[in-house]
T-cell receptor, first 117, second 112 residues
Framework: GAVVSQHPSRVICKSGTSVKIECRSL??????MFWYRQFPKQSLMLMAT?????????EQGVEKDKFLINHASLTLSTLTVTSAHPEDSSFYIC?????????????FGDGTRLSIL | SQKIEQNSEALNIQEGKTATLTCNYT??????LQWYRQDPGRGPVFLLL?????KEKRKERLKVTFDTTLKQSLFHITASQPADSATYLC???????????FGAGTILRVKS
């Protein structure tokens, strides 16, 4: 149980392109989803917290106009990297927690490797 | 400043031995601490959660300890196997809500 699917797994595109990444909870309802970014050999850095039906909360230093997050349903959140540039190349990972809240583990997708040329 | 520190150097051990990984933190007062496993190019997978009032937690070959005085958690894998080779991440609850802060992880390599 508690499967999170992330798509696509890999994207290679030209500078200036906008890229959309989907995160779906397949077998549970996720009131909260998280978006992380991970550089090689570094820890996961939280970018934003996404709650169903409300605006995402961004961490300090993360541009909300650059990284658009939509959490339209209890099973889907999307991250759009707008006008991507080479410095946006990274490994983006989403996670989700169920409706019970509290101190529960996060269930992660398998990440999206984004490469901007 | 707040820090979560895990051994930056990879841990190499022989199959069958016990692997012990360390997570130290400063300027946090976490209500609980979690351990995850991450394989290359994959998302983390939850392993264990331990609360501040628990000294030790076990799950099969895994054991986690949590010392809030030392501000340290130890993660043990007994009878290690090559399949246990991965990066292991510790994570703390950040202040309130459900936000986690992750350590950089320790790479474990188990050789047969």
């Amino acid at each position: 149980g508690a499967v999170v699917s992330q798509h696509p797994s890999r994207v290679i595109c030209k500078s200036g392109t906008s890229v959309k990444i989907e995160c779906r909870s397949l077998d549970f309802q996720a009131t909260t989803m998280f978006w992380y970014r991970q550089f090689p050999k570094q820890s996961l850095m939280l970018m934003a917290t996404s709650n169903e039906g409300s605006k995402a909360t961004y961490e300090q230093g993360v541009e909300k106009d650059k990284f658009l997050i939509n959490h339209a349903s209890l099973t889907l959140s999307t991250l759009t990297v707008t006008s991507a540039h080479p410095e946006d190349s990274s490994f983006y990972i989403c996670s989700a927690i169920g409706t019970h809240g509290g101190n529960q583990p996060q269930h992660f997708g398998d990440g999206t490797r984004l490469s901007i040329l | 400043s707040q820090k979560i520190e895990q051994n930056s150097e990879a841990l190499n051990i022989q199959e069958g031995k016990t692997a012990t990984l360390t997570c130290n933190y400063t300027n946090y007062s976490p209500a609980y601490l979690q351990w995850y496993r991450q394989d290359p190019g994959r998302g983390p997978v939850f392993l264990l959660l331990i609360r501040e009032n628990e000294k030790e937690k076990r799950k099969e070959r895994l054991k986690v300890t949590f010392d809030t005085t030392l501000k340290q958690s130890l993660f043990h894998i007994t009878a290690s196997q090559p399949a246990d080779s991965a990066t292991y991440l510790c994570a703390l609850l950040k202040e309130y809500g459900n936000k986690l802060v992750f350590g950089a992880g320790t790479i474990l390599r188990v050789k047969s």
